[in-house]
């Protein structure tokens, strides 16, 4: 006998592992190394053969429905990782699996085929992943479930609210000296001021955040490379632990770690990676990348209230430069839903009324200042 609220349910499940099924797929097409992209035709598999489970509740419910295709978000996220690679959009994708990983606790139906342990470990291996600029290696895949690391930044959620910080506040900017009636193109000389010192700001802060890193990791790597050439026994023996902590036997372990330090360059190697959390090859990035990156994404997010006031003057601009910012912040809240899963009208709305709001509440400043200034 059908029951709807079941059937609503089975057909929740149904989408969300026909996302994941594609999303997994996605990336094993987008993957360099055989291992992991391996590893995600895996979970892409695992994730089809729930679907098919959810599939046939339907139809034993002789419920009607449409089989279900990729979300709207989910294809966004697979462009993007064709694009930018797996790693690009990894972060997000560990985020949604550890949010989703007890979706299934409360399910009779998922629990008694062991759907709901599936998604732990899907969890737990994405965790692990995104947690390394190179993704799994070696044992890593097969001993890593019960290690729970989360991941490292988010380029996506980084780009987006980038380009956030410089249309709220070039928005705000700008109403603000429209408020205060600066004559001729005061407010557009305001915006740009305040689009190139925001712009230089994000990239100084980037620049300092990141050179700052990696004279801590290079500082970190020396002690280590020291600690390696006067104690060589003892850092094999810390090696070892460390894979004794991912779940390997003891005499396996050591075996493994005995055989890394025959080699000191890939023994320092394995002891960043392992122990410090650091790619000795990229040390946290480069710090110019990240200064560039910033300063563009700030100024590409403040252009867009800024260009009308470069055609037109008084309310014709103010209008305009509203109207294209509001619609510039309903997109910024719509991208933040691929990292959220939320509405996508939902998260759009609320960021036009946050926008708006401090855009007509610096209006106002700018209006008083005006008014008291001129008389």
């Known amino acids: 006998m059908t029951n709807p609220t079941e059937n609503s349910r089975y057909l929740v499940n149904l989408q969300k592992e026909t996302d994941g099924a594609f999303l997994y797929l996605a990336l094993a097409e ?27 509740r339907l139809i034993d419910s002789k419920a009607k429905y449409s089989r279900p295709k990729p979300s709207g978000r989910a294809r966004i996220l697979a462009i993007l990782a064709k694009r930018f690679g797996p790693q690009f959009i990894l972060p997000t994708l560990t985020s949604n699996e550890q949010a989703d990983s007890r979706a299934y606790d409360n399910q009779p139906e998922a629990e008694s085929t062991a759907m709901s342990a599936d998604e732990k470990s899907h969890a737990l291996l994405l965790s692990a992943a995104s ?17 729970h690391r989360l991941g490292g930044g988010n380029a996506l959620r ?20 429209a408020g205060a009636n600066l004559p ?29 890193s990696r004279e801590l990791y290079q500082r970190q790597i020396s002690i280590e490379t020291q600690e390696i050439a006067d104690h060589p026994e003892e850092e094999q023996e810390e090696l070892a632990l460390i894979y004794e902590g991912k779940g390997l036997p003891i005499e396996r372990a050591r075996e493994l770690a005995a055989h890394i330090t025959k080699d000191k360059g890939n ?23 990240a200064a560039v990156t910033s300063f563009f994404l700030f100024a590409s997010g403040a252009f867009i209230p800024l260009f009308p006031y470069i055609f037109l003057k008084g309310i014709p601009a103010v209008v305009t430069s509203l109207s294209v910012g509001a619609l ?21 709305t609320r960021q036009v009324v946050i926008g708006i709001l401090a855009a007509v509440l610096v209006f106002g ?11």
């Open 30 to 56: 987008s993957e360099k190394q055989p291992k992991m992209a391996e590893l995600y035709r895996r979970l892409s598999a695992s994730e089809v053969k729930h679907a098919k489970a959810w599939e046939k």
């Open 131 to 147: 947690d390394r600029s190179t993704g799994l290696a070696g044992a890593d895949v097969a001993q890593m479930e019960g290690r």
């Open 158 to 177: 980084a780009a987006v609210l980038g380009a956030n910080d410089g249309l709220v506040s070039v928005l705000s900017l700008t109403m603000g000296a």
């Open 184 to 212: 001729g193109h005061g407010v557009l000389i305001t915006g740009i001021a305040g689009l190139l010192a925001g712009s230089s700001s994000m990239a100084l802060g980037e620049w300092l955040s990141v050179q700052s």
């Open 267 to 289: 023994l320092l190697d394995t002891l960043a990676r392992e122990e410090l959390g650091i790619d000795p090859k990229e040390l946290g990035g480069s710090p110019w990348e």
């Open 328 to 348: 510039a912040l309903f997109l910024t809240g719509a991208a933040i839903t691929l990292l959220t899963g939320k509405s996508v009208w939902v998260s759009g």
């Open 365 to 375: 400043v700018g209006r008083l200042i005006g008014v008291s200034v001129g008389g």
